[in-house]
Structure formats: structure tokens, C-alpha cells
């Protein structure tokens, strides 16, 4: 009879710690000299400069062109079809500028990519739509417009980045 008691007051004594618990992951916090918003004023009033620099954060790239022969090689084209096939001859034509240019799928946080032509060097860009697109624009600038990789990484933040 007393072990049941004490079963019955152990599982009353979890049970009041997980509700704490609870209650305390959902109380905002308070620091020192700040006061703590309710929880409607925090939901009602989001953190808009955060979502915002989060938003406008530039994907990894090279600032300093790396060597050609420091890239490691990326897949062959011929693995591929269409514009991906494209997409991987223009890394395989223009990789030191591909390696200056930041890649806006943001495979960089979720895969460790160090730039766009990171994801060449992988089934990755294969996937991915933004990969290809921004490869195959990177070389249309070089080519045809003459732009050095600072004016096309420019390009590109301008227009993958909103």
C-alpha cells in the first residue's frame, strides 16, 4: 500500500514539473534593464529588422578570385541533359568566376557550400533551378556583355536577392 502512494505522488510530482515546464518555455524571457513583452505584444509586433537582415543576407561566395587549380573539378556535363548540361559546361568554362558568385537556393547554410560553383561539384545544381539559372546568366554577362565577376556578382545579388 505505501509504494503505491509513492508511485501515485512520483507520477504527481512529474506530471507538476512537466507543467512548469511548460509554462516557463512559454513566458518570454526578461533581462536585465529590459522589460519582457506580453506574449501578445510579441506576436502582434514581429522583429521585422531581423526577418529583414535575414532576407537581405548574401549568400557565401569568394570575394578574392581563387586560383583555377585550387577548385576542386566539378561533374562532367555530359552526365546531364539540356540546360543543366549547359549550366555545368558554363562552371566548367568560366569556374573562377562561378566561384566569386554567391548562390541564392542558400545551400551554403544548408549544404556548406562555399559559392555557387560548389554546387557544380555535385548532383546538387542538377536540382536546383536557381543553381542553373544563375550559372548560365554568369556566363551570358562574361560573354556578352563583358562584365568582370564583380559586376556580375552585383547582378545577381540585385536580382536574386529581393
Not at 558568385?101 to 557544380?120: A, I, R, T, V, W
Amino acid at each position: 500500500m505505501k509504494k503505491n502512494w509513492l508511485l501515485i505522488g512520483g507520477v504527481a510530482l512529474l506530471l507538476v514539473a512537466a507543467i512548469m515546464m511548460v509554462y516557463s518555455a512559454n513566458q518570454p524571457a526578461v533581462t536585465k534593464g529590459n522589460k519582457a513583452q506580453s506574449t501578445s505584444e510579441s506576436l502582434a509586433a514581429p522583429d521585422h529588422a531581423a526577418a529583414n537582415a535575414t532576407a537581405h543576407a548574401i549568400p557565401a561566395h569568394f570575394e578574392v578570385p581563387p586560383s583555377r587549380a585550387s577548385l576542386e573539378p566539378t561533374l562532367a556535363p555530359e552526365t546531364f541533359s539540356g540546360i543543366t548540361r549547359d549550366a555545368y559546361r558554363a562552371v566548367k568554362e568560366i569556374p573562377v568566376t562561378i566561384a566569386q558568385l554567391p548562390c541564392y537556393c542558400h545551400c551554403d547554410q544548408g549544404f556548406g557550400h562555399k559559392s555557387l560553383y560548389s554546387c557544380f561539384q555535385d548532383d546538387h545544381a542538377a536540382h536546383c533551378a536557381v543553381c542553373v539559372q544563375e550559372a548560365l546568366l554568369a556566363l551570358k554577362l562574361e560573354k556578352e556583355q563583358k562584365m568582370t565577376p564583380a559586376q556580375i556578382r552585383d547582378t545577381i545579388i540585385a536580382q536574386y536577392s529581393q
